[in-house]
């Protein structure tokens, strides 16, 4: 079983590094509605295999989490309210909307810095508004840059 | 498996692999030591000094242990320690020692520089104890005030009274008894209370959702690290002052009267600040928040912001850290948010900096945040980073910035 389940996780890893990279070959381009209308976001085009990828990853996820770390520790708390793929969305907009803008690093060393957390795969910089909105399969995160004092704020 | 899958396992390897061999040297940004930290009528002095004074060979061991020299192994794989945009492991990107209030050695990497913030993450829990010693000093607080003169019972909450038992020392000392699970690891996110109350279910009202939790047990009886305590004593922080005084409060109450600039501290939807964990400062900026520390919270001028003996109160031992069951235990002695140099025999604790004085104490922070403090040395060394492991060897850098003094 534990096996197994560390297979899982080699593949689970080697697809979220994938899908990390594949924002820089990413084909097509849509436009949200509401508030981010006017600007582009750039997603995968082959919706099917993204699915089939989310599928596989909240599986395996399960797999290790059942697998894997209880026999080490009793983890007695579970938070099913928030997805991964929101969860690492959320993350990925608001700490990189904080190292774009508050620390003012380069773009470079932010993705490097927020690829400590898996899922990704799509980001958009919008340097006008300050915003960085981020996707993580079919889940959006959203962050804003408030001000010098305030910094970034995840907005949905 | 599918070809697809196949290639992007191959893909994955190359990657990792690629990285190893690829990996190469960066250039010093800013090397300038000898800056004077003195606050004076909360600004600074700023005078250049030289680092000849120090001993050359300890000072070549020191950056030689911080930034190690590429290394020659091959000619197809020329470094593998440089890059700190491709390597795994340790990722040093500020180190600044400060020694008697002045800067004897400063450098940076990865493109920051003196006049750049650098987020701290956790070292922010041990920013967080001055505000709560400016509240108790100025009649604000007490630390022994129950969590609910502050913030309102509901849910579960409601169901317990365990939960009016929590006190700001509590707090303090991560002794809340809240249930809390930190971080743990990357394919444990759904577990992390850290994520589901910055990043998922508790993001819109943070102190909210970490007061919401059950207990473990009576409070100040369970050593647990979390950010959900500190979360809450930003909360009646709020309440303790005020919403409209709450908002310019880091500012008007520590940082402006100390003269750090531009210092970034993030916040909820309902403008809860996360002085835990989002706060950004200069590294000079740190070293100025330490220096004030090791004060014990007296400017030069001689007012003092924090209680009589606030550092010693800060740095004993948590009370719920001895003796207690072992099911929440943590690899180091913590005092009212900041680390010790201590060994506790009891909880089967080590001397965590064996190198260092036994007066040590330090504030960390995630990705390999480090400040550690040593008041019979006059010493601060801060070193900030972007660690993917957790083996950067603290008691070494400690080691090797002592050195640096003989």
Request: aromatic share 12%; net charge neutral.
């Amino acid at each position: 079983m534990k096996h197994l389940a560390l297979i899982l996780a080699a593949l689970l890893f080697t697809l979220n590094f994938a899908h990390g990279e594949s924002e820089f070959s990413l084909s097509e381009q849509v436009r949200k509605e509401g508030h981010l209308e006017n600007i582009d976001f750039i997603v995968d085009s082959d919706e099917m295999e993204a699915m089939k990828a989310k599928f596989e990853i909240e599986f395996g996820a399960e797999i290790i989490d059942i697998g894997v770390l209880t026999d080490k520790r009793d983890f007695k708390l579970k938070y099913e309210g928030t997805s991964w793929a929101k969860l690492s969305a959320s993350y990925y907009a608001k700490e990189f909307c904080s190292c774009i803008f508050v620390v003012a690093q380069s773009e470079k060393v932010c993705k490097r810095n927020v690829k400590q957390v898996p899922l990704f795969t799509g980001l958009r910089i919008d340097r006008k508004r300050r915003e960085i909105q981020a996707r993580s399969f079919f889940a959006y995160s959203y962050a804003r840059y408030e001000n010098k004092r305030h910094g970034c704020i995840l907005v949905e | 498996m599918s070809f697809k899958r196949v290639t992007y396992t191959w893909f994955f390897v190359a990657t990792i692999v690629g990285a190893m061999l690829l990996a190469a040297p960066v250039a010093t940004i800013a090397g300038a030591a000898g800056v004077d930290l003195t606050m004076e009528g909360g600004g600074t002095n700023v005078s250049d000094m030289d680092t000849s004074a120090l001993p050359q060979q300890g000072l070549a061991a020191f950056r030689e242990f911080i930034f190690p020299t590429p290394r020659e192994t091959s000619k197809e794989t020329p470094n593998m320690s440089g890059d700190l945009d491709t390597r795994l492991g340790d990722k040093t990107e500020v180190v600044l020692v400060v020694h008697k209030g002045k800067i004897i050695f400063e450098e940076y990497r990865s493109g920051y520089h003196k006049d750049m913030p650098h987020q701290l993450w956790s070292i922010g829990k041990s920013v967080t104890n001055a505000f709560i010693g400016i509240a108790v000093q100025e009649g604000k607080l007490s630390l022994n005030d129950s969590i609910c003169e502050y913030l309102e019972t509901q849910g579960e909450v409601a169901n317990t009274s365990w939960h009016c038992d929590i006190t700001v020392r509590n707090l303090l000392h991560w002794s809340s008894s809240l249930k809390w699970q930190e971080w743990l690891g990357l394919f444990k996110l759904k577990r992390s209370s850290m994520f589901a109350m910055f990043y998922g279910e508790g993001r819109s009202d943070t102190a909210r959702f970490v007061f919401n939790h059950g207990m473990e047990g009576p409070a100040g009886k369970h050593f647990t690290y979390s950010t959900g305590d500190t979360v809450l004593l930003w909360a009646i922080l709020r309440r303790a002052y005020g919403e409209a005084e709450y908002e310019t409060l880091p500012w008007t109450k520590l940082f402006d009267r100390i003269g750090l600039t531009d210092v970034t501290i993030e916040r909820d939807p309902t403008g809860l600040y996360f002085g835990g964990s989002h706060i950004f400062m200069k590294p000079r900026d740190l070293a100025r928040y330490a220096q004030f520390f090791l004060n014990d919270g007296v400017l030069p001028g001689g007012e003092s912001l924090l209680p009589p003996n606030w550092r010693n109160f800060s740095t004993a031992l948590a009370p719920s850290m001895i003796g207690h069951n072992g099911s929440h235990t943590h690899d180091m002695g913590a005092g009212a948010h900041w680390w010790l140099n201590i060994a506790i025999s009891k909880s089967n604790v080590e001397l965590p900096w064996p190198d260092a004085p036994a007066d040590t104490f330090a504030a960390m922070g995630v990705f390999g945040q480090t400040l550690i403090i040593i008041p019979s040395r006059d010493l601060i060394i801060i070193r900030l980073a972007n660690d993917w492991s957790r083996e950067f060897d603290r008691n070494r850098l400690v080691k090797l910035a002592l050195a640096l003094l003989k």
